[in-house]
T-cell receptor, first 118, second 111 residues
Framework: AQKVTQAQTEISVVEKEDVTLDCVYE???????LFWYKQPPSGELVFLIR??????QNEISGRYSWNFQKSTSSFNFTITASQVVDSAVYFC???????????????FGAGTQVVVTP | EPEVTQTPSHQVTQMGQEVILRCVPI?????FYWYRQILGQKVEFLVS????????KSEIFDDQFSVERPDGSNFTLKIRSTKLEDSAMYFC?????????FGPGTRLTVT
């Protein structure tokens, strides 16, 4: 069984502050993918990033960065210098790879509401 | 940039009626999915579809639900006899690899 836990329900920051979103996952798969999606107030789900379980290198993409730690089953996401347009619900998600039963079935966390005020 | 489209954006129906939600996936994508999100809750997987058949389905996807790819572009979700608890946002997604791209959703309201 797969499970994704986002313990933070809401984070409020002032513009230009950094925001770090926590994600902890459980899976029996030995290989898997982790994702972050953004859901702005308009409701659509926007793909942000994907990380493979076999690559623990952390990366930065613009104002987004992520910290994948397999040893603690965590996949945290940071928005640097937040802007009002970053206000949204952010979902962490997990799926298995092609060789697993859970491939293609995204298991989402409950989401973290980020509120950025000017 | 290609995107997944869904129609209608909002559907209101009476309990017991059949509804069909429509999706046009990104044209070169091979895998198709439906998810739902009850208001204020997390997004839940319903079904995946590949090569004209269901690949996986969740416990939510019971006999009331069906999916179809009636032509080369559309992907539909049918709910035969809607219940109040079917009220939710329904998202279609498609992928060619591992990243699933979501449509804007159809808000289904069952009264």
């Amino acid at each position: 069984a797969q499970k994704v836990t986002q313990a933070q329900t809401e984070i409020s920051v002032v513009e230009k502050e950094d925001v770090t979103l926590d994600c902890v996952y459980e899976t029996r798969d030995t290989t898997y993918y982790l994702f972050w999606y953004k859901q702005p107030p308009s409701g659509e789900l926007v793909f942000l990033i994907r990380r493979n379980s076999f690559d623990e290198q952390n990366e930065i993409s613009g104002r987004y960065s992520w910290n994948f730690q397999k040893s603690t089953s965590s996949f945290n996401f940071t928005i640097t210098a937040s802007q009002v347009v970053d206000s949204a619900v952010y979902f962490c998600a997990l799926s298995g790879t092609l060789t697993t039963d859970s491939w293609g079935k995204l298991q989402f966390g409950a989401g973290t509401q980020v509120v950025v005020t000017p | 940039e290609p995107e997944v489209t869904q129609t209608p954006s909002h559907q209101v129906t009476q309990m017991g009626q059949e509804v069909i939600l429509r999706c046009v996936p990104i044209s070169n994508h091979l895998y198709f999915y439906w998810y739902r999100q009850i208001l204020g809750q997390k997004v839940e997987f319903l079904v995946s579809f590949y090569n004209n058949e269901i690949s996986e389905k969740s416990e939510i996807f019971d006999d009331q639900f069906s999916v179809e790819r009636p032509d080369g572009s559309n992907f539909t979700l049918k709910i035969r006899s809607t219940k109040l608890e079917d009220s939710a946002m329904y998202f279609c997604a498609s992928s060619v690899g591992f990243e699933q791209y979501f449509g804007p959703g159809t808000r289904l309201t069952v009264t």
